[in-house]
């Protein structure tokens, strides 16, 4: 058996959010309906990496617990350019909250917000900074 850990993404949009990150190259292993026939339950994966989209009504529902306002987490993923991601993801809508920069410890890192206001961080592993 092979154990995992992913995290899971509260969406009022599960569709529009699964959406943005396929434009990160996530894609959909899983579908699941909600109760009330939308989309209730999306996994994507990329590579190794797995991650879904869960509509809000999944914690109240589940768990008993009422999702907070948003952003409710920061997502890093690691891509071949980030300033090319970023660009990309510009275009197709999304709000840039920081241009792609060198970061202290290495890496060029752009923030964005996926379609519910969450923070997405590009980043590329580049030589240390000196």
């Known amino acids: ?4 850990a992913f ?3 509260y969406a009022k949009d599960v569709e529009g ?12 292993q899983f579908r699941m309906p909600g109760q009330d026939g939308a989309t209730g339950f999306i996994g994507l994966r990329r590579d190794a990496a797995e991650l879904a989209v869960a509509t809000e009504d999944s914690p109240r529902m589940l768990a008993g ?5 948003g952003p409710r987490h920061e997502l890093f993923v690691y ?8 660009a990309a993801l510009r275009d197709a809508g ?5 241009a792609p ?8 890192v752009g923030f964005v917000a ?3 206001g969450n923070v997405v961080s590009l980043a590329a592993s580049g030589a240390p900074l000196e």
Do not use: I
């Open 94 to 98: 999304a709000s840039v909250l920081r």
């Open 7 to 9: 995290p899971v993404l």
């Open 114 to 116: 996926d379609p519910e």
């Open 79 to 86: 891509v071949e350019d980030v300033d090319a991601t970023v």
């Open 17 to 28: 959010v699964a959406a943005f990150y396929a434009r990160l190259g996530f894609a959909v």
């Open 65 to 69: 617990v009422e999702p907070g306002p």
């Open 1 to 4: 058996m092979t154990l995992r």
């Open 101 to 108: 920069a060198d970061m202290p410890w290495g890496e060029r």
